[in-house]
């Protein structure tokens, strides 16, 4: 899953749009019209799915390191 993220073209800063979606869907629904509360300048802005920045905030697992203790 990733995090959507729009353009505020008004006060040129990322807008994060509070939604999750997969790559699969978003190619699915490229042509969708959202609406987004902007929190810079207060508008409801109106973009296409198209349009979105993706973020992806996968994380990891990986083991612990450990430092050898001294001596």
Known sequence: MCEVYFYCATYEREIDSGMDIDHDTLQRNRLSL????????????????ADAQLNSNIVFDTPPIFAEPPG
Do not use: A, T, Y
Request: glycine letters at 6%; aromatic letters at 12%.
């Open 34 to 49: 959202v609406h987004v509360p902007c929190p810079w300048c207060g508008k409801m802005h109106r973009f296409l799915l």
